[in-house]
């Protein structure tokens, strides 16, 4: 294949192997007749990982780190150990809506292997092909084949055979599979974050699905301490410091598709806590169409994201959606006519196009100091992580002053109460009162699950609370193997957006109060977040209960 016959040349080219190095196993190649690559790497010239990813670029053709991947099952399944053997390939995953199977090859060109491999799986499948290398290749499928990824069959061997110590070192060990196995699980139902928590006799696993945190299994203490050994030792954390916070990150492949975990430990009375957030770079760009909001919404945001300049915030408790939501705004506007720069804490989606930069004290950057960076690498658009103190405040309105498009996140209640917020930061009314283009607050809400929902009549509280267009019979949840038995399944966004106008300027130049810049809002529109929600009770996408989870309904009895 040309492609092949030119990573040598590609190696040399990138300064990854010396000319020497090529004709040595260039003559290797001659007597043993294997592939360049291959033998690259057993003279030790260069690594696997190296490889696949000049393979990569050579071939054009997407690649796999099979040392750090976690397979489906399901995959496994579909692929008897000989049949994998015979064709050096791994299953990593099998979607059963569109029939295609996931594969790692050495080659994903060779359509006669892909044709034979085909002829051999179990069912009628479309093989889509990833790169890997040969030896990963070979490590996989010793280390997935014959050993079982239930949770269950999992903890049954743990507690039928004797510790080894306090870190598995082989992959095979039921420690390592049954982190793979938690990780995999908590994919697999939708959870953005995993919760491993010592108590006095056992280690609690729970799970945030849909904001709500589910316990799914309790553990022996015992196995604790390996467990965080090798969360550690997968985020390439101090596995001998127990008595101080550390925070990490690990890149897998999971069904196929790379997921970031974002792991953060805190010494407790019991053992160490582990906190480990998912972020699935395919779930995390959401278009802004398909954000569920509203249409009136929609174009409410692409007003605002159609002034050149100014201030536009996100406010929000912490996992409202505020990063979902402003990745989706940036997304919108991302083109190579622009320079696009973020500062973060940290990068939680990496996006083409954008120039994404991370605080924090390995890269020696503090919100104040990152943003006095960022105007100088000539941007149109900033992205603020989150405006926590004065000086970011006022870094973050001089760039709007200054010509620039400026995103940021702040913690407020409510949009109308971000503006006495930025005051008490201490920026000046007038100029603040210039450069605001709105403010959005944002709530996720769990949707019903369609499959049990309840009809049930009105009562007079709803009545009282849904107002005029208050339907007959409203919905609540009733719970199915479809959702776990929650009576709800997935998430919707609910916003206030609070456009700024020439009133609502004058107002806040003036110091207005909460009353008279909430009275002027409503008078231009503007729709509270228990509005937003209560749209979405008569709708039947969500249910009252959850809607005063989230919202104060307080003040309206």
Avoid at 38 to 47: A, E, K, M, S
Avoid at 293 to 306: K, S, Y
Avoid at 364 to 377: E, H, M, T, Y
Avoid at 448 to 468: K, N, Q, S
Wanted: aromatic content about 4%.
């Amino acid at each position: 294949m040309k492609a092949m016959e030119a990573i040598g040349d590609l190696l040399l080219a990138k300064g990854l192997i010396s000319a020497d190095q090529l004709r040595i196993a260039a003559i290797e190649q001659t007597a043993r007749n294997e592939p360049l690559g291959r033998i690259l790497v057993r003279l030790g010239f260069l690594d696997e990982a190296t490889l696949r990813g000049a393979l990569s670029e050579a071939l054009a053709h997407a690649s796999v780190d099979l040392d750090n991947a976690i397979p489906d099952p399901e995959a496994l399944a579909l692929v008897p150990l000989p049949v994998a053997r015979r064709y050096q390939v791994v299953p990593l995953a099998f979607h059963a809506g569109s029939g295609r199977l996931q594969i790692a090859t050495a080659d994903p060109h060779d359509l006669v292997m892909l044709d034979q491999l085909a002829a051999h799986v179990a069912r009628p499948v479309l093989l889509d092909p990833l790169l890997a290398g040969e030896a990963e290749i070979a490590r996989a499928i010793d280390g997935f084949y014959g050993l079982e990824h239930s949770l269950d069959k999992i903890l049954h061997e743990l507690e039928t055979r004797e510790p080894q110590g306090s870190e598995p070192a082989d992959a095979r060990h039921p420690l390592v599979r049954l982190v793979d196995a938690l990780v995999s699980e908590a994919i697999k139902q939708g959870a953005s974050d995993i919760h491993l928590e010592p108590e006095a006799s056992f280690l609690r696993v729970r799970y945030r699905i849909d904001g709500v945190l589910r316990q799914v299994r309790s553990v022996h203490r015992k196995y604790a301490p390996s467990i965080a050994v090798r969360v550690k030792v997968m985020a390439g954390l101090n596995i001998a410091e127990a008595r101080a916070p550390q925070d990490g990150r690990i890149s897998l492949s999971v069904y196929g598709r790379p997921v970031d975990l974002r792991v953060s430990t805190l010494p407790t009375l019991h053992g160490e806590n582990i906190v480990l957030r998912i972020l699935d770079r395919r779930a995390g760009i959401v278009p802004l169409d398909a954000l569920g909001l509203p249409q009136d919404a929609v174009t409410a945001l692409r007003r605002m994201m159609a002034r050149p300049e100014g201030l536009i915030l996100i406010t929000g408790p912490t996992g409202s959606g505020k990063t979902t939501t402003l990745y989706s705004m940036l997304s919108a506007i991302n083109s190579e006519r622009i320079n696009i720069m973020t500062l973060e804490d940290p990068v939680e989606y990496p996006i083409t196009g954008l120039r994404q930069a991370a605080v924090g004290e390995a890269s020696k950057l503090d919100f104040p100091v990152g943003v006095r960076a960022l105007l100088r690498q000539d941007p149109d658009v900033l992205l603020i992580g989150e405006i926590r103190d004065r000086d970011t405040a006022e870094m973050a309105l001089r760039a709007a002053l200054t010509g620039h498009q400026v995103y940021a996140t702040l913690h407020s209640a409510s949009a109308v109460r971000a503006i006495p917020r930025l005051l008490d930061l201490g920026l000046s009314p007038p100029v603040l009162a210039g450069n605001l283009i709105g403010v959005v607050a944002q709530r996720l809400l769990r949707r019903l699950c369609v499959h049990c929902r309840v009809e049930e009549e009105a009562d007079d509280r709803m009545r009282r609370l849904l107002g005029d267009e208050a339907p007959a019979r409203t919905w609540r949840a009733a719970g199915c193997a479809q959702c776990g038995h929650t009576g709800y399944r997935g998430r919707l966004a609910v916003m206030e957006l609070l456009r700024f106008d020439a009133e609502l300027e004058d107002l806040a130049a003036r110091n207005a109060g909460l009353r008279e810049l909430h009275e002027a809002a409503v008078r231009n529109g503007f729709v509270s977040l228990a509005d937003a929600g209560l749209r979405r009770v008569r709708a039947g996408d969500t249910s009252l209960d959850e809607l005063a989870r989230v919202v104060d309904l307080t003040s309206r009895g």
